[in-house]
């Protein structure tokens, strides 16, 4: 019996897994893995939404005769003892590009050469894979989005794979208790039944992507964000099915933009990508903690964060103003920023975080690197009624119409019966 072990990582899926697929293909007997690494920090959002997709993942394979195996430790020590208890013959494995998993695949490739272990690594976390794409003119990677865009477009991507029929797990091996989470939310719950399914009514809504994923109140984007950073669904599958919209797939294009700037700049999560920018941040430990508790006083600001604290996850729109808040209007550095994005996103992807705060902080691949959001402007523009800030600010309830962006604007009287505070808001003006 020739039997291989699949190192689950972010691709915690059946349907278009390539190490999953490949495994199948060339083992009799196929041990999928799951290591909950220790050292690897989680809000309970984020706990809650792993422990889900990993149950999901389970009771996938176990409907095809397999089973997900579980361990806690360091992944690299479990694959390769795993691997030697059963007597597999290689490791198959995701690859990403963020520097922890480069470490990891450094190191598991370290392992099976002393084990004479095979190891193959397989893209599975973006559509193109990163360093498949070079500039014409020369140059490792792209450095800005459009030309990028257009390549992309062009590249011949791989087609999807189908889900094993079966998955053999050699016997005698006990898979381990699922990992616990925080309480069911029913807000996005992780796995690949519920992005797949998602998707899909998302698809068939007939959503006119490119006019309303910009509308707060309405919170019509697919959210499918949490499901492509856990590798639920494939993004393949998703610029598949989603082809025809243009401005959707898009956003998946920029999705692997990052990733490509990641794989040549390690340093993005600690470094300006952009050469020779003077990084002058202001020091306002009060001025950081209120933005973070969505207590500035603004209150499309206070809104985007106290959505993010609430449902680990914030819509696109408010990200960009919440951000550049931060970085133009505070002047406070963009690392703080995507600190607190990464401790409490579902979606906290290393790079498509990273590259996004720099690219509003204008330290990153923005070709206006001076642009900034006015979060007035932007609140009126994208959230007209007020109906999103009304939903995050409860303070703000009985203020209607867009009045509400500017409580500060209100007569004294009202101001004051509205207990909502923030230092950071602009002075009431004398009336």
């Known amino acids: 019996m020739r039997t291989a072990v699949v190192l689950f990582t972010r691709d915690l899926r059946v349907a278009d897994n390539p190490a999953l697929h490949a495994a199948c293909e060339v083992a ?5 893995l799951f290591v909950a690494d220790p050292g690897v920090p989680g809000s309970p959002n984020r706990r809650r939404f792993l422990a889900e997709s990993l149950a999901d993942l389970r009771e996938s394979l176990r409907h095809r005769g397999g089973d997900l195996v579980l361990r806690e430790g360091d992944p690299v020590t479990e694959a390769v003892k795993l691997a030697r208890e059963t007597g597999a013959f290689g490791i198959g494995l995701a690859a990403d590009v963020s520097a922890f998993a480069a470490a990891r695949e450094h190191r598991l490739r370290r392992a099976c050469a002393e084990e004479r272990l095979s190891l193959k ?6 559509v193109v894979p ?4 070079r500039p014409s003119g020369g140059g490792d990677h792209y450095r800005v989005f459009t030309p990028y865009w257009r390549a992309w477009q062009g590249f011949h991507r791989r087609p999807e794979l189908p889900a094993p029929h079966r998955v053999r797990l050699p016997d005698g091996i006990t898979p381990g208790r699922l990992p616990t989470g ?3 939310t029913g807000l996005m719950p992780g796995g690949e039944t519920e992005g797949r399914a998602r998707l899909s009514a998302w698809l068939r809504s007939g959503a006119e ?6 509308d707060l109140a309405a919170d019509r984007t697919s959210r499918m964000s949490p499901y492509l950073h856990f590798g639920c669904v494939s993004p393949v599958a998703v610029a598949d099915q989603a082809g025809g919209v243009e401005a959707y797939v898009r ?3 920029w999705r692997d933009f990052y990733h490509q700037v990641l794989a040549y700049f390690p340093d993005l999560p600690h470094k300006a990508y952009r050469r020779n920018v003077d990084e002058q941040w202001a020091d306002d430990q009060s001025a950081l903690d209120a933005w973070r508790a969505g207590r500035t006083g603004v209150p499309i600001v206070d809104a985007g964060m106290r959505q993010l604290a609430a449902e680990g996850w914030m819509h696109n729109r408010a990200r960009l103003i919440t951000a550049s808040f931060l970085t133009k209007q505070l002047g406070l550095d963009w690392r703080a920023g ?8 579902l979606d906290a992807d290393v790079a498509n975080n990273n590259g996004n705060w720099q690219w509003v902080a204008g330290t990153g691949n923005d070709t206006k690197p001076y642009r900034r959001f006015n979060p007035v402007r932007q609140a009126e523009r994208f959230d007209p009624e007020g109906d999103y800030v ?3 600010v409860p303070e703000l309830a009985g203020v209607t119409g867009k009045a509400v962006h500017q409580p500060w604007r209100l007569p004294e009287a009202e101001r004051r019966a509205l207990r909502y505070e923030g230092s950071l808001a602009p002075e009431p003006e004398p009336t």
Not at 121 to 126: G, I, K, N, P
Not at 338 to 345: E, P, Q
């Open 121 to 126: 690594v397989f893209d599975s976390v973006t």
């Open 28 to 32: 009799d007997e196929v041990v999928p």
């Open 390 to 392: 009304r939903r995050w």
């Open 182 to 184: 925080g309480p069911a």
């Open 130 to 133: 990163p360093g498949a794409l």
């Open 251 to 253: 956003q998946v294009c």
């Open 338 to 345: 995507a600190a607190w994005y990464a401790s409490l996103l």
């Open 209 to 214: 992507y490119a006019e309303i994923h910009d």
